[in-house]
């Protein structure tokens, strides 16, 4: 049974997961899923691209995206608000590279790509062009959010075991 002390445990552990969570499907984003989207004609990659930026709008990944931001916080305002424990440095930078790095790039970066890309029409001249730029642009940015949402994920392992 749990009791209140398990609490800041459990609330590190989920975090943890959230951030190893979001971190492997940006992964799979980074290394193959943007791969096979390049290699298809501009007009096939557009419109796959714009279905997957339409599902992912979904409350599982949304939950695990912003649910697992919101632990952050959590766990940065707790660690900040006490008196100093040795995990507390752990929990900062687990929080700041999420919310940084992860949530803040996808918010100034990946989202208003995704938004130009849902404006264009597949089969019009200029969108062979915005696609190649949108490929590089969107991948590049995806990199930073895989590499901020798995230095949190470790950050946070290593709260837990601080």
């Known amino acids: 049974m749990a009791t209140i002390y398990h609490l800041p445990f459990v609330l590190k ?7 190893g969570l979001v971190a492997g499907v ?9 791969n096979a989207l390049a290699r298809l004609q501009p007009q096939q990659g557009i419109i796959a691209m714009q279905s997957i930026n339409i599902t992912a709008i979904n ?10 931001a919101a632990a952050c916080l959590l766990l940065a305002i707790a660690s900040l608000s006490k008196g100093y424990q040795p995990s507390d440095i ?13 949530v803040l790039v996808t918010i100034a970066f990946n989202v208003p790509l995704n938004e130009a890309l849902a404006t264009v029409k597949p089969d019009s001249t200029e969108s062979a062009n915005l696609w190649a730029s949108y490929l590089t642009n969107w991948t ?7 590499v901020a949402a798995l230095v949190a994920a ?6 837990l075991s601080s």
Do not use: D, E, K, Q
């Not at 940006?26 to 943007?34: E, G, I, K, N, R």
């Not at 409350?59 to 697992?68: I, N, S």
């Not at 590049?140 to 895989?146: A, K, L, P, Q, S």
């Open 59 to 68: 409350p599982f990944f949304m939950t695990a995206l912003f649910g697992t």
């Open 13 to 19: 552990l989920v975090t943890a997961l959230g951030c």
């Open 140 to 146: 590049f940015w995806n990199h930073i959010r895989t």
């Open 154 to 159: 470790a950050a946070f392992t290593l709260a």
């Open 26 to 34: 940006f992964f799979a984003f980074s290394t193959f899923v943007m």
């Open 90 to 102: 752990y929990l900062l930078i687990g929080a700041c590279s999420y919310l940084v790095g992860t």
